[in-house]
């Protein structure tokens, strides 16, 4: 691995910018890879304001494909799976192995959306190939999805991802679950979090110009097992029983519920799906609602969740979320059991009653990009700078 101290060509130097490209298996026009495309758009155009270089590559499906970045480069490229299945494991196509080549061949720093898919694991590959510094930034994907077979899969991970220079850490908790997993093989983790979808300065603008919230339940998110949308559709049966006029409404692509979810919508008029929403809807639809419901089990960040309690809408959460230990007890925070359909309602019943609250500050993408961009030219191997780092709160 080549050097990853600051040198000549950081943005701080005043010589030419230094380039990173991120990639991410998957780039949708539809949010059909959930949260970490829309993260590592993102983090790029923050990297970009802080005057790096900086380049997107993905795979995208047929007819998929989202528009470019406004400030750097984006190399998207087709990919099918290879294998019959509804995950992202199999994408991949000698396209995108030739662009991976290109585009990490002509980085200094390869920041990778790691899962234990195709493309993120080639990417690591041809990085390690290159002599290519590393950031490896798994969004709770390695540690969220475990099973005899997950383990295998990491077992053969373990030479690759000892190889990399920096691990980025959604939360304490994560930082922690990585270790347990994988032992001296991840090293170098820093608590990075991810960014909100709104800068602090248009808070108030946002607020001012908001409608009055309506008496409705937001659910946003992948329509996976694992989001448990259908405790969400369960709180709504619970809240019409009591005769209450509180309204649900989901929005998320489809991974598996949706047809249980329709199935339960038919018999409850307060519950509706109104599809899926593009990423710079989120925040209309969060300031529109009277709270963001996120029913998921070991929610290891939360992207709307966290852009919700910027704006000061109030949230239900469960309490396996990763960031309920830092948001319980907040006003507007309202934390119930997994799978807890009964709570869940009783919860958003007293949220609409309670109304919109005073964003708590929590969650500051200046001091995100601060994060990020240290976290690019820190120094291979531990020293006072990872020291600090290192245990450094992601809000």
């Known amino acids: 691995m080549t050097d990853a101290s600051p040198r000549s060509d950081s943005p701080d130097s005043g010589g030419p910018s230094l380039r990173v490209c991120a990639v ?44 470019a970045m406004r400030n750097g480069t984006t190399s998207f490229r087709p990919v099918r799976r290879w294998l019959p299945t509804r995950d992202f494991t199999t994408l991949l196509s000698v396209g995108m192995v030739r662009q991976l080549w290109v585009s990490i061949g002509r980085a200094d720093v390869v920041h990778i959306a790691l899962a234990r898919e ?28 475990t099973s005899a077979a997950h383990d295998v899969i990491d077992r053969i991970l373990i030479p690759l991802l000892t190889k990399v220079d920096r691990w980025a850490a959604l939360t304490e908790e994560e930082r922690r679950a990585l270790r347990s997993r994988f032992g001296s093989s991840v090293r170098d983790v820093t608590v990075l979090g991810n ?18 919230p309506r008496r409705e339940a937001v659910f946003i998110a992948r329509l996976h097992p694992r ?38 919508e038919q018999h409850v008029e307060s519950l509706s799906y109104g599809g ?11 300031l529109a609602a009277g709270v963001f419901v996120l029913t998921s089990f070991e929610e290891p960040w939360g992207n709307v969740l966290a852009t919700a309690v910027t704006l000061g809408v109030p949230v239900v959460i469960t309490r396996s979320t990763a960031l309920a230990p830092q948001l319980v007890g907040r006003p507007g925070v309202h ?45 291979v191997g531990p020293g006072p700078a990872l020291a600090a780092d290192s245990s450094r709160s992601a809000t």
């Open 24 to 67: 991410v298996t998957l780039a949708s026009a539809t949010s059909r890879y959930g949260g970490p495309f829309d993260v590592v758009l993102d983090q790029l155009e923050l990297a970009a304001a802080s005057g790096y270089d900086v380049e997107l590559t993905a795979g995208h499906l047929s007819g998929d494909s989202p528009p």
């Open 276 to 286: 899926v929403l593009p990423a710079d809807g989120v925040v209309a639809a969060l």
């Open 335 to 379: 934390v119930v059991d997994d799978g807890d359909a009964d709570a869940i309602a009783a919860a958003v019943h007293a949220a609409l009653d309670d109304g919109r609250v005073d964003p708590p500050g929590l969650f500051d993408r200046d001091a995100f990009a601060s994060r990020l961009t240290h976290l690019y030219t820190l120094p």
């Open 195 to 212: 960014p909100v979808a709104v800068d602090r300065g248009d808070i108030r603008s946002l607020l001012d110009a908001a409608p009055l």
């Open 118 to 145: 195709a493309i993120p694991v080639t990417a690591l590959l041809i990085a390690r190939l290159r002599r290519k510094r590393v950031v490896a930034q798994p969004h709770g994907m390695l540690t969220s999805r």
């Open 227 to 264: 989001k448990r949308v259908l405790d969400f559709a369960r709180a709504a049966q619970v809240s019409a029983a009591r005769s209450w006029q509180d309204r649900y409404l989901a929005f998320g692509p489809d991974q598996g519920d949706l047809a249980a979810f329709a199935a339960v």
